[in-house]
């Protein structure tokens, strides 16, 4: 059966429940994963232009964002005013028959509310309560707001990006966002197989900065176990030597040689056999001290040859490698057509990228597309 043939009870998920009160990114992108598995996700929105992410770019579908599109396919939308007693009683009424609740809305908010996770979980045992943050539950910082490049700047992400003489530089993608929404779901499910052991559920903490930190742990345990503070490297790598992009006779290709056994096969290939015995360059821990000796000799040779060559040069002998593509070079790539991770949207006429996971060799399908703002409310009768 194709992928896309999957029926929705044939997910791992099928027959939970999940209510989001989701804003933007981290919670919806939570929410879009538990979606794509299987779960019955109903959207919370408020009835005033409901998500803020609908109008966070261009018009691309009803009026929406691409992005809403992407992070919200195959949920409901349920538009309530959660500042009246009445949305307040409805939203009860939901999360009474449900299994999950995932919120990112600011700090303070579901207190004042009196949908706060204790609050929650006292009245309804068997909920699975997830707050996600941008500073974490505890803390002097706990009760503030943050987004993306904010995160990665406090964390100290930033400044661990770029190449030597670069500033501080942001990370392309939403690795704190889509990051914690991963975190998540993690925390979710764990506690939905503990909720199957006790027939209790509980409260689940994410924050965007505890995922930072925990990205950029590499860095942070090599300056508190030996006092090294992180070096850009660009492309590079603090532990390997080659291991970075060069420049061939046409465009970028990535080298990576992660120990000696590679190191040796590129020599060969680069009819540089005197690099395997020259003390310098015999070992990795070597070549890390005399880098700058071997990238002046080796940088030149790259140059003499188009990057397609040695490409089907280092990986004959299996040296890993990699041009450096540009996404539509990328997407064209037979590798990742083949994965076919770009989904059909039932009912429309576009594709959206997928769930990254498979289950006995087949792809959770995207159900639907994003719902219009309150498109559920009557068959939810609230």
């Excluded at 579901?110 to 500073?135: K, N, V, W």
């Excluded at 190191?263 to 005399?290: E, G």
């Amino acid at each position: 059966m194709h992928s896309s043939e999957t029926p929705i009870n044939a997910l791992p998920l099928s027959g939970i429940r999940v209510i989001e009160l989701g804003q933007v990114l981290s919670g919806p992108f939570a929410g879009a994963i538990l979606c794509d598995l299987g779960a019955e996700v109903l959207k919370i929105e408020k009835t005033d232009g409901g998500d803020d992410a609908r109008h966070m770019g261009p018009a691309f579908k009803n009026g929406d964002a691409l992005n809403f599109h992407l992070f919200n396919r195959g949920k409901k939308s349920i538009a309530l005013d959660l500042k009246s007693r009445q949305g307040i009683d409805a939203l009860h009424s939901l999360v009474a028959e449900a299994d999950i609740l995932i919120h990112n809305l600011r700090p303070g908010v579901t207190q004042t509310m009196g949908i706060d996770g204790p609050t929650l979980c006292e009245r309804y045992p068997h909920l699975i309560y997830c707050e996600i943050s941008a500073f974490g539950h505890n803390g002097p910082m706990q009760m503030r707001p943050g987004y993306e490049p904010l995160i990665q700047a406090f964390s100290g992400l930033s400044s661990t990006n770029g190449g030597p003489q670069d500033p501080p530089i942001r990370i392309g993608a939403s690795v704190c966002d889509q990051g914690t929404g991963m975190w998540a779901v993690i925390g979710v499910l764990s506690m939905l197989e503990k909720r199957r052991q006790t027939q209790r559920g509980g409260v689940v903490n994410a924050s965007l900065l505890e995922t930072a930190l925990v990205w950029n742990g590499q860095k942070s345990e090599a300056y508190l176990n030996q006092q090294q503070l992180p070096v850009r490297h660009a492309s590079g790598h603090p532990n390997f030597v080659p291991y970075e992009a060069f420049d061939a006779l046409d465009g970028p290709l990535l080298i990576c040689c992660g120990n000696d056994r590679l190191f040796a096969k590129l020599a060969t290939v680069l009819n540089q056999t005197q690099w395997i015995t020259d003390p310098r360059f015999s070992s990795n821990r070597q070549r890390l001290i005399h880098k700058d000796e071997l990238l002046e000799q080796l940088c030149p040779l790259l140059l003499l040859q188009t990057r397609d060559h040695w490409v089907e040069a280092f990986e004959a002998v299996g040296v890993p490698c990699s041009p450096i593509f540009s996404v539509p070079q990328t997407l064209e790539h037979p590798q990742v057509q083949a994965l076919d991770l770009r989904q059909e949207v039932p009912g429309e006429n576009f594709k959206l990228t997928g769930l990254p996971l498979s289950f006995n060799g087949q792809r959770p399908p995207i159900l639907s597309g994003a719902p219009t703002l309150g498109q559920h409310n009557k068959d939810y009768q609230v």
